[in-house]
């Protein structure tokens, strides 16, 4: 007879952490959409960086507080959610899961956060609101690109506006494509039969594109501030926000021209390698907004403690994108929804064990940094 484990395993699930996701998630990928999907630019230093940038800061807990009614959720776009965490702009997510964004914004929907949807998404941002409708209550944005062709920006906008959307985040750092050693070894195409309603191409117009410039060839490389905000800000009502801004100058131009927020974000290490990682460069980014703007931040996030420490240095609200990735590749909408319980659960338990009764309660006291020989150091 077998010999029975002398501690009985908690549950037959393979999938208890975002690591876990990552490596069962990428496994079901032939290796040129892994490559794709969880490459960086270069080195890899910055992908690799934007996790690893966490692990300096150490969690300051308080004891014997009454945790027991603990509420993780906040109020982000307009909408609350169930805790500071929405989902990032991916484009052709149907290259990870055939239901691609429609999946994600099912679950999403479920889940109670809010999600970004890309301009080179596989669905139109009509249906992907309507599926997400179908499930639940929850806040879309509409990712946004300067193009070359600027009437069809502006068809991305009235769309967007008409479907529900209820910001447009401009992401502002890829007026060039980064370098991406994979999608040139691989000859990086994406597969037949995949559409791109948003920017009216279909897979084959899309192939035809070269490695130089791959999908940013639609883009436009002399966008600026002066160009393309007004010119944003004539066209909609929604609110405007600047994805893949790493610096206070930027924040401050970016409350200079208006925009109602940014996105601390180095386009998880796929656009330049070397940039500072995000959760580093998210505390000038938040001294320079100064309450006057809303600073959110994506890059590297893989834990629930990854999301608390962001909030503890001031983030409104942490993003996630190869997560999701990794959960629609694993089992469509159930691994997106995975992943989303993954975090919030980490979320919700770290927030109890260092005593914080609701989301405001998180702030800088709740860290302390760990420096060379030193004891732990207050912020
Ligand atoms: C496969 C993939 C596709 C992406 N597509 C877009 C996009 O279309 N537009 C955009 O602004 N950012 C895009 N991003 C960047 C994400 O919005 C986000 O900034 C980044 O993934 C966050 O880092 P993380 O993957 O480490 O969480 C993409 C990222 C990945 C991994
Ligand atoms: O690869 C990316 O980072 C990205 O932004 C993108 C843009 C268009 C289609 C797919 C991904």
Redesign the pocket.
Known sequence: MEEKPVVASMSNEIILSIEDLQKEGSKKLPAFKRE???SGSTGQIT?HE??TAYLKYRLRTRVLRDVSKADTSTIVLGKKISFPLCV?????QAMAHPDGELATSRACAKRGINM?V???SNYSIEEVIQAGKEVGDMAHVM?L?TMKDRAMEERIIKRAEAAGCKAI?L?AD?PVLGVRYNEWRNDFRTPDGLGFPMIERTTKQIMAQTHDSG?MAFNSDSHSWDDDIPWIRSRTKMEIWI??VLTAEDVLLAREYGCEGV?V??????QLDGTVATIDALPECVEAANGKIRVHV????RTGADIFKAIALGAECC?????V?WGLAYDGQNGVEKCLDILYDEFRRCMMLTGCMKVSDISKASLGIVRADGPLARL
């Open positions: 794709f999907f969880n992908v934007n996790s990032s702009p991916a484009g052709i970004g890309s301009s080179y990712q690109y985040f992401t890829s999908f994805k893949g996105i974000s180095n386009h998880g290490g796929r994506d890059g590297g996030i993003w996630i994108g190869r997560p990735i």
